[in-house]
């Protein structure tokens, strides 16, 4: 909550507030998932802190066989395999079905949000589920490249053009997909309120999303255990854990606007 605010009331303000919405944009970060088990990249448990940054670094991906025998070997012990959606990814779907929120742009890249029922999900960073070739542009399913990286194929090749594969997220010094990044913007540019739930908002360009809602005149909801580089633009800021407060958001919703969950 903003200071001075009692939390109950926020929260009560903030349901009232997505209920008469004519269009509310869901925006999340890394803390709607470590409910999930999987740890904040850049927190005391993430992978920042743990595995050698090199392995993040597309130029080094490219240019050293030994950096892609290392990165395949962490995606099959990833953590991510084992998570599953928590109450904030259900609370999030929810909001969908109610017709309040129908896209989410995410940072995560962990497909959990899909996993939940979301249908439409923008993941501006990529995604941990699906291969890229980086030379013809070929994609499928990342576990298609994960047994032949078990069976021994350390270095996996494009099947079709011969070229590097690597998962379809996005690493240091790799562009964003423009035309991902124009669509989350263009959805911010339809919204008149955006619930920025579990992101520090300081991770740019993908900040701005929500900020572009806030400076359209729209309404930004935070929800998030620490501070964010976005609170002074806020209308209203909720220090709370996702997960505990996304379902009573959601079903508030559901109560004002008549709609079964």
Same mark, same amino acid.
């Given at each position: 909550m903003?200071p001075?605010g009692d939390?109950?009331e ?7 507030a997505?209920?008469?919405s004519?269009r ?5 970060g ?6 999930s ?9 993430g992978?920042?802190k743990?595995v050698?940054?090199?392995l ?5 991906f490219?240019?050293?066989p030994e950096?892609?025998?290392r990165?395949?070997e962490?995606?099959?012990e ?6 599953e ?9 929810q909001?969908e079905r109610l017709g309040?929120a129908?896209?989410?742009?995410t940072?995560?890249i ?14 501006v960073?990529g ?11 070929d =994609?499928?399913?990342? @576990?298609? *490249? #994960?047994e $032949?990286?078990?069976? %021994? ?5 494009? !099947? ?6 690597k ?9 964003l997909?423009?035309?991902i ?8 540019d339809r919204?008149d309120l ?5 992101s520090t908002?300081?991770?740019?360009p ?7 809602v806030?400076?359209?005149?729209g ?17 209203h800021k909720l =220090?709370?854990?996702? @997960?505990? *407060? #996304?379902? $009573?958001?959601?079903d %508030? ?5 008549? !709609?079964?969950?």
């Open positions: 903003l001075g939390p109950t926020v929260l009560d303000e903030v349901v009232t997505v209920a008469r004519r509310t944009l869901v925006f999340t890394a803390g709607i998932s470590t409910e088990g999987i740890p904040d990249f850049r927190g005391p448990q992978l920042w743990r050698d940054p090199n993040f670094t597309i130029q080094n490219v240019s050293d950096i892609r025998r990165s395949w962490m995606r099959l990833t953590r991510m395999w084992a998570a959606p928590n109450a904030g990814h259900h609370a999030v779907a909001l309040v129908p896209v989410v742009v940072q995560n962990d497909g959990l949000h899909q996993e939940a029922g979301s249908t439409d999900v923008i993941e960073h995604t941990t589920r699906e291969y890229a070739c980086l030379g013809c542009g =994609r499928g399913p990342i @576990g298609d *490249v #994960l $032949r990286v078990e069976a %021994g194929d350390f270095d996996p090749r494009c !099947a079709t053009c011969g070229g590097i594969l998962s379809a997220t996005i690493s240091f010094g790799q562009s997909d423009e035309a990044l124009d669509r989350a913007f263009e959805e911010a919204a955006c619930l920025a739930l579990g908002l300081s991770v740019v993908a900040a701005y999303v929500p900020l572009t806030a400076r359209n005149g309404t930004l909801v935070i929800v998030n255990e620490e501070d964010t580089d976005l609170d002074h633009v806020a209308a =220090r709370a854990r996702t @997960g505990t *407060v #996304l379902p $009573r958001l959601a %508030g919703v559901a109560a004002i606007i008549g !709609a079964s969950p």
